[in-house]
C-alpha cells in the first residue's frame, strides 16, 4: 500500500526567507501524481502546486517550487519570499495511475511566518 | 462563479439521529468524492463517485452513505451507525481523462460535532 510522510508537524520562517517543508512516500507503480495542498485557518483546502512522475523538470507557481527526486521517493516544497499569508497547514499527497481517484495524504506540516 | 459548495458550515447532531451533508459542484466535474479530517490529521476517504448511480466505499464507509442522482450532487449521511462522528468532513471534485482522475479540489467543509 502506498504511503506518504510528512516529517515535520511544524516549521516556521521569517518573512521574506525561504522555507522547505519535506514530504517522503512510498509506491510501487511508476505512473503517478503528487500534489501539494494548502490549509489556511479558514480550513479549506487549496491546490498550491502538481507535479507528474513522468515528467523530469520540477514544477513551479510563482513562490512555490517542489524537488521532486522520483529514485529516492521525495517530494519537498520550497516556499521562496514567505509572506504572512503563507501561514498554514500543508499536506502532501499521492494520487496513483489507478482510476480509483483516492489521493492519500500525509499528516501535515503547520508552517508558521513571523513577520 | 465556478465552485465547490458544502452546507451547513457546522452541524450539530444528537446521539442516535441520521444528517445529511450537501456538496454542490458547478465545475462540471466528473467525479465526486467525501473525506474526513480529524484533529491534527490528513484526510482519509469515505466514498467517491464517478458517475452518476455509481459510487465506491473508500477506507472509511462504514457508518456513512451516499447517493449521486444528480452529476452536480453528491450528499454524504452520516448514520447512527457511525461510532465517532465528530469531525470536518470535505467534499472535492475533479474531472476524469482518459478514465483516470485529475486532480482534486475542494470544498470549504463542515463542522460536524455530536452532542
Known amino acids: 500500500a502506498q504511503t506518504v510522510t510528512q516529517s515535520q508537524p511544524e516549521m516556521s520562517v521569517q518573512e521574506a526567507e525561504t522555507v522547505t517543508l519535506s514530504c517522503t512516500y512510498d509506491?510501487?507503480?511508476?505512473?503517478?501524481?503528487l500534489f501539494w495542498y494548502k490549509q489556511p485557518p479558514s480550513r479549506q483546502m487549496i491546490l498550491v502546486i502538481r507535479q507528474e512522475a513522468y515528467k523530469q523538470q520540477n514544477a513551479t507557481e510563482n513562490r512555490f517550487s517542489v524537488n521532486f527526486q522520483k529514485a529516492a521517493k521525495s517530494f519537498s516544497l520550497k516556499i521562496s519570499d514567505s509572506q504572512l499569508g503563507d501561514a498554514a497547514m500543508y499536506f502532501c499527497?499521492?494520487?496513483?495511475?489507478?482510476?480509483?481517484?483516492?489521493?492519500?495524504f500525509g499528516q501535515g506540516t503547520t508552517l508558521q511566518v513571523k513577520p | 462563479d465556478g465552485g465547490i459548495t458544502q452546507s451547513p458550515k457546522y452541524l450539530f447532531r444528537k446521539e442516535g439521529q441520521n444528517v445529511t451533508l450537501s456538496c454542490e459542484q458547478n465545475?462540471?466535474?466528473?467525479?465526486m468524492y467525501w473525506y474526513r479530517q480529524d484533529p491534527g490529521q490528513g484526510l482519509r476517504l469515505i466514498y467517491y463517485s464517478q458517475i452518476v448511480n455509481d459510487f465506491q466505499k473508500g477506507d472509511i464507509a462504514e457508518g456513512y452513505s451516499v447517493s449521486r442522482e444528480k452529476k452536480e450532487s453528491f450528499p454524504l449521511t452520516v448514520t447512527s451507525a457511525q461510532k465517532n462522528p465528530t469531525a470536518f468532513y470535505l467534499c472535492a471534485s475533479s474531472w476524469l481523462a482518459g478514465g483516470y482522475t485529475d486532480t482534486q479540489y475542494f470544498g470549504p467543509g463542515t463542522r460536524l460535532t455530536v452532542l
Open positions: 465545475l462540471n466535474h466528473d467525479a
Open positions: 509506491t510501487s507503480e511508476s505512473d503517478y501524481y
Open positions: 499527497a499521492y494520487h496513483g495511475s489507478s482510476n480509483t481517484g483516492k489521493l492519500i
